[in-house]
C-alpha cells in the first residue's frame, strides 16, 4: 500500500536557494555583475522570507577570463594566466561582499 505525502508549508525544514551561471563579471562589468548578483540574493531571500538555510550554484560562477576570445590575444600563456587569476581573485571577492 502506497502513503501519500503531501506538502505541508508548516513543516519546512530546509530551505535552499538554487541558482545557475551567475557569471560574475560576464558583459555588464564588475560593478552591473555585482549589483545583479546582490538583487538576485535579495529577491532569493525575500521569496523566502529570509529564511534560507543555504545556497546552491550550479554552472559558472566568473566569466570575465574564461577565454582568449575575451583579452588581448597578443599575451602570452603565461601573461593569460596570471591575468586571469588576478581577475578571479577581483570576482569572488565580489561574491564574499555579497553574502557578508
Known amino acids: 500500500m502506497e502513503q501519500t505525502v503531501k506538502f505541508n508549508p ?3 525544514v ?3 536557494s538554487v541558482m545557475s551561471d551567475i557569471h560574475i563579471s560576464g558583459s ?3 560593478v552591473q555583475s555585482e549589483q545583479n548578483f546582490k538583487n538576485a ?3 532569493a531571500n525575500k521569496v523566502a522570507s ?3 538555510d543555504a545556497f546552491l550554484f550550479t554552472g559558472d560562477f566568473t566569466d ?5 576570445a575575451n583579452v588581448s590575444t597578443t599575451l602570452s600563456p603565461e601573461e593569460f594566466e596570471r ?3 588576478e581577475q578571479n581573485k577581483i570576482e569572488f ?3 564574499r561582499r555579497c553574502f557578508s
Do not use: P, Q, R, V
Request: positive net charge.
Open 28 to 30: 555588464w562589468g564588475i
Open 14 to 16: 530546509l530551505t535552499l
Open 83 to 85: 591575468k586571469k587569476a
Open 10 to 12: 508548516d513543516e519546512i
Open 64 to 68: 570575465a577570463m574564461n577565454s582568449k
Open 50 to 52: 529570509n529564511k534560507i
Open 93 to 95: 571577492e565580489i561574491l
Open 41 to 43: 540574493l535579495h529577491f
